[in-house]
């Protein structure tokens, strides 16, 4: 990705470097996907990256031994599904807080894009569900610490105790087991070194 797309790479190692998980947005219940998700896309949204959906179409063209034009097939069209950020020959999704199942989604259409020739590479930015709940779990209690007993509540705001939802184990399972073939995806996921230091307020 870096030799054949610099400037998105560019892009990547910029925005992963500069971002940091906020608590403020992170522990809150109902936009858990949506703040951190869109926070990450904003990054990239100001870099030039767009939500697009991806398809494909193949069309057969017949031709004499002499290279006359005889004609064509008709179009098979294959559709694709909204992506988060694209840009150049790159995909990116952000699978923050999205059922496992989209991962699959995900890694078969980079490896049937990629074999047609339309993508170079394919990122996904997700978490590590474990060193995040751990986390997450010293941070509420820190901040359980400074309410009055009567106000305290000892479950977390968001569930991340659940392991059906996107997370780096799962994307790295599916690698592993090269669902996207030949296709060179990066993943990439959050962990508690992402946070910005501040506490839960």
């Not at 105790?161 to 790295?172: H, I, L, N, W």
Request: proline share 3%; net charge neutral; charged share 30%.
């Amino acid at each position: 990705m870096q030799a054949v797309c610099p400037n998105e790479w560019a892009d990547i190692v910029e925005v992963l470097s500069t971002y940091r998980l906020d608590p403020n947005s992170w522990l809150k219940a109902g936009g858990n996907r949506g703040d951190i998700a869109e926070e990450i896309d904003g990054e990239f949204g100001k870099r030039g990256w767009v939500e697009a959906r991806l398809d494909l179409e193949t069309k057969g063209i017949l031709y004499r031994k002499s290279g006359d034009r005889i004609g064509e097939l008709p179009a098979v069209k294959q559709e694709g599904y909204l992506v988060d950020n694209f840009k150049n020959r790159v995909v990116l999704d952000v699978e923050w807080n999205a059922k496992d199942g989209n991962l699959d989604r995900d890694l078969a259409s980079y490896r049937s894009w990629f074999e047609a020739g339309v993508i170079s590479s394919a990122v996904i930015i997700t978490k590590d569900r474990l060193k995040l709940l751990s986390l997450a779990r010293k941070l509420w209690a820190q901040h359980q610490a400074t309410l009055p007993e009567e106000k305290r509540n000892a479950k977390l705001p968001i569930d991340l105790t659940t392991s059906t939802v996107t997370a780096f184990d799962k994307a790295q399972m599916r690698v592993k087991r090269g669902v996207m073939g030949t296709c060179p995806v990066l993943i990439v996921a959050a962990t508690d070194a992402t946070w910005n230091g501040k506490p839960f307020l």
